[in-house]
C-alpha cells in the first residue's frame, strides 16, 4: 500500500533527494580535512581544537544545507513535526538509549578533560543530530512520502540511505566502515521510531546528538572505554525488538488512510 502525503511545499524526487545527500557528504567529507589538526583521526576529538575544528565547522556546514534545503522546499511542518504517531509503548526505544547514554558516557574521561572540552564536545554531538537527523528523517522521510511510498519502504529507503552515507567513511577508517554501514542502518530505524512516537523531529536529533556523545567520550581514551559495551547491548536489545515488533509498526493490513493518521497509542 503506498501512503498519500499532504502536498505541502514544493516537491522533491527522490533522485533529488539523493543528489541532496551526495552534496552534503561532500561537504561533511572535505571541510574536516581542511579544518581539523592533520594528527587527528576519524571521529577523535582529543582537544577543543579538533572538536571545532573537526566537528563543529563540519556539523554547523550540514546543519546549515538541510535547513536551506528545507526553508527553499518550504517543509518546515512535514520535516519538523510527525502526524503518523506510533503507539506509546515504542517510547521504550528512546527510553532504552537514554538509559544506555546515562551508563555508557566515560565519566573518568571527561573529567580529565575539563569543563570546556566536555561542553564543546556536547554541542557539537547535539549538532551532529541536528544535521544528521534533519536530512534523513526530516527531509528523506518528506522526500519518500511525497513520492507515494509505503511508510515501510520510507523507513526502509531512509534507514539505508542513511547507513550508505557513512560508507564514505572508508576513505578514512578503510573497511572497517562497512560494519559502522550496518549499524548505522539499524540506528536510523531507532531515530525513525523516536520521531513517530514523539512526533517531533527534535525529539529524534537529540537523542541522536547525546547518543554520539556518549560514544565519542568512550574515544578519549586508549583502549576506548567499557562504557562501549552498554552502548552495544542497548543496539542488541531494540534490534530484536525491532525484528518482533516489525509488524506491529508497518502492519500489512493498513489501508492509504489508516496509514497517514495519527496514532493515539
Known amino acids: 500500500m503506498t501512503t498519500v502525503a499532504p502536498q505541502t511545499g514544493r516537491r522533491l ?43 563543529w565547522v563540519t556539523v554547523g556546514v550540514g546543519s546549515l544545507i538541510g535547513l536551506v534545503a528545507v526553508a527553499v522546499l518550504g517543509w518546515w511542518r512535514p520535516a519538523f513535526i510527525e502526524d503518523r504517531r506510533l503507539p506509546r509503548w515504542t517510547w521504550l526505544f528512546p527510553v532504552v538509549m537514554i ?55 520510507v523507513a526502509l529507503w531512509t534507514c539505508v540511505l542513511f547507513g ?12 572497517s566502515a562497512l560494519t559502522q554501514v550496518l549499524i548505522t542502518a539499524i540506528a536510523g530505524y531507532f531515530f525513525y521510531i523516536i520521531r513517530r512516537v514523539s512526533g517531533l523531529l527534535i525529539v529524534s536529533m537529540i537523542v541522536h546528538g547525546l547518543w554520539d556523545f556518549g560514544l565519542f567520550t568512550n574515544t578519549l581514551s ?9 552502548f552495544i547491548l542497548a543496539d542488541v536489545v531494540l534490534a530484536i525488538v525491532a525484528v518482533f515488533t516489525i509488524r506491529k509498526i508497518f502492519p500489512r ?11 493515539a497509542g
Open 99 to 153: 538509559v544506555a547514554i546515562l551508563a555508557g558516557v566515560s565519566y573518568g574521561n571527561l573529567s580529565e578533560k575539563g569543563l570546556s572540552f566536555t561542553a564543546l564536545l556536547l554541542v557539537g554531538c547535539l549538532f551532529v543530530g541536528v544535521s544528521e537527523e534533519l536530512m534523513f528523517r526530516g527531509i528523506g522521510i518528506t522526500t519518500f512520502r511525497q513520492a507515494g511510498f509505503s511508510e515501510g519502504k
Open 13 to 55: 524526487p527522490v533522485w533529488g533527494f539523493v543528489l541532496l545527500v551526495i552534496g552534503y557528504l561532500a561537504a561533511v567529507q572535505l571541510i574536516p580535512r581542511l579544518t581539523a589538526p592533520s594528527d587527528d583521526s576519524y571521529a577523535t576529538f582529543r582537544t577543543p581544537e579538533s572538536v571545532v575544528g573537526g566537528l
Open 222 to 230: 586508549t583502549p576506548p572505554g567499557i562504557g562501549v559495551v552498554a
Open 253 to 263: 493490513h493498513s489501508s492509504t488512510s489508516e496509514a497517514g493518521a495519527p496514532t
Open 164 to 175: 550508505l552515507a557513512h560508507a564514505t567513511n572508508i576513505f578514512s577508517e578503510g573497511i
